[in-house]
């Protein structure tokens, strides 16, 4: 398989999401977003830099949260699903997408 066909692959991968595990999900992102938003107002006003610093580390907090959520659904379904199914190779990429999450 080539590099270009397995990431294609990837790319067809879906999950259909229940209406609240996605809604929750993009509060948590329109969240981190109204904060980025602000962040980028707040350095057009020329704000003092620990008051963006604080700011960008609400988003960042935001965007984290939004990240836990998403791995913790992901685990207690999508892995959950595939190892209850035999298909250990998701635990190999559970372990990889850990990796370049923690960088």
Known sequence: MTETTSENQKNLRKKNRIVSEKTL?????????GQIRG???MLENDDYCPDILIQTSAATAALNSFAKELLTTHLKTCVAKDLTEGNTKTLDEIVITLNKMLK
């Open 39 to 41: 962040i980028k107002k």
């Open 25 to 33: 999900l993009l509060q948590r992102l329109n969240r981190a977003e």
